[in-house]
Nanobody
């Protein structure tokens, strides 16, 4: 099973950009679909984005559509989440995860994912 490690979180001013990375170690990263979720204190986890094994298929919820862009570089065993026009509502711990089936489930729900990274904190100041 691939070990996932998120990075790139930190403090960003409202309206600014931030790029997160999800690196995979071991396993067969290129064969795994990857999704991002986020969780703010006291709230339920929220789906952010998902990408297929080859990167051709991507999914975004309305809350981030047009602002977030997901891509992957399988040669580097890394998935990137480019976030733009951030606002305080985007403040959360961001996690990347692999579905148990290794394919993007429909619908995308956290319960379908069994392999998670440790998370990276993104704080957007106003």
């Amino acid at each position: 099973q691939v070990q996932l490690v998120e990075s790139g979180g930190g403090l960003v001013q409202a309206g600014g950009p931030r790029r997160l990375s999800c690196a995979g170690f071991g396993g067969t990263f290129s064969r795994d679909a990857i999704a991002w979720f986020r969780q703010a204190p006291g709230t339920e986890g929220e789906f952010v984005a998902a990408i297929s094994q080859g990167g051709a298929s991507k999914q975004y919820p309305d809350s981030v559509q047009g602002r977030f862009t997901l891509s992957r570089d399988n040669a580097k065993n890394t998935v990137y989440l480019e976030m733009n026009s951030l606002n305080p509502e985007d403040t959360a711990v961001y996690y990347c995860a692999v579905p148990r089936s290794n394919l993007v489930p429909a619908p995308v729900r956290a319960t379908s994912f069994g392999n998670w990274g440790q998370g990276t904190q993104v704080t957007v100041s106003s």
